[in-house]
């Protein structure tokens, strides 16, 4: 079993910065590929971004490519989420999850075990 818990979430302005944590418990934290997800109010949650569980490869979606990224410290088990230039469509709950062995995926169902979320507002 893991537990995620996310956290860095706030009110900004828009064009300013946040980081997001993603803590984890458990020894194996190095095997998962974490993903990350937000789901702003009357919509379906959406993929954001994922790493690898080696660390390598990480994909965004195309709304975040340039102003997000993802990067992981295996060592303190937490995954992070740098957002630049944020937009007040940026606006939503953001989720992280984990894969175990995985690579990186889009799909919500890849990821077995999901944090409660932490919230993300940008204002205009």
């Known amino acids: 079993q893991v537990q995620l818990v996310e956290s860095g979430g706030g009110l900004v302005q828009a064009g300013g910065s946040l980081r997001l944590s993603c803590a984890a418990s458990g020894r194996t934290f190095s095997s998962y590929a974490m993903g990350w997800f937000r789901q702003a109010p009357r919509k379906e949650r959406e993929f954001v971004g994922a790493i690898s569980w080696g660390g390598g490869p990480t994909y965004y979606a195309d709304s975040v490519k340039g102003r997000f990224t993802i990067s992981r410290d295996n060592a303190k088990n937490t995954v992070y989420l740098q957002m630049d230039s944020l937009k007040p469509e940026d606006t939503a709950v953001y989720y992280c999850?984990?894969?175990?062995w995985g690579s990186g995926s889009l799909e919500q169902d890849e990821y077995d075990y999901w944090g409660r979320g932490t919230q993300v507002t940008v204002s205009s």
């Open positions: 999850a984990a894969d175990p």
